[in-house]
C-alpha cells in the first residue's frame, strides 16, 4: 500500500517537500509517478522516477521546480516542490508502476495529499 504525506498550505515561492512511502512490498523495483487533481480539472502526471538510476520525468508546467527522488533504504520517494504557484494547489497521489519504467502501467495508487498554494 503506498501513502502520499506532506502536503498543506505554503505560500507562493514557497516549498514542500511530499513523500511517497510504502508498506508490505519494497518500491526498489518500480517505478513510481507522481500525479495531481485540481478540483474540475483531469488527472495530471507532474514527475516520475524509474527503477533505474538517472531516469527521471517531468511535466512542462513543473520542470525546474520539482526535483523527484528516492530513497530505497527508506523505501520512499520524495517529490521537491519548490517555487511553488498557485496553479499548483491541487491532491497529489504517488503510483508505482511494477515493470519499473515511467509512464507505464501504474498498478497501485496511495491516497493523496493536499497541496494548497496560498498567501
Known amino acids: 500500500q503506498l501513502q502520499a504525506s506532506g502536503g498543506g498550505l505554503v505560500q507562493p515561492g514557497g516549498s514542500l517537500r511530499l513523500s511517497c512511502t510504502a508498506s508490505?512490498?519494497?518500491?526498489?523495483?518500480?517505478?513510481i509517478g507522481w500525479f495531481r487533481q485540481a478540483p474540475g480539472e483531469e488527472r495530471e502526471e507532474v514527475s516520475c522516477i524509474s527503477r533505474w538510476v538517472g531516469y527521471t520525468y517531468y511535466a512542462g508546467s513543473v520542470k525546474g521546480r520539482f526535483t523527484v527522488s528516492r530513497d530505497n533504504a527508506k523505501n520512499t520517494v520524495f517529490l521537491q516542490m519548490n517555487s511553488l504557484k498557485a496553479e499548483d494547489t491541487a491532491v497529489y497521489y504517488c503510483?508505482?508502476?511494477?515493470?519499473?519504467?515511467?509512464?507505464?502501467?501504474?498498478?497501485?495508487w496511495g491516497q493523496g495529499t493536499l497541496v494548497t498554494v496560498s498567501s
Open positions: 508490505g512490498f519494497s518500491l526498489d523495483y518500480y517505478a
Open positions: 503510483a508505482a508502476a511494477p515493470t519499473g519504467r515511467c509512464r507505464d502501467d501504474y498498478s497501485d
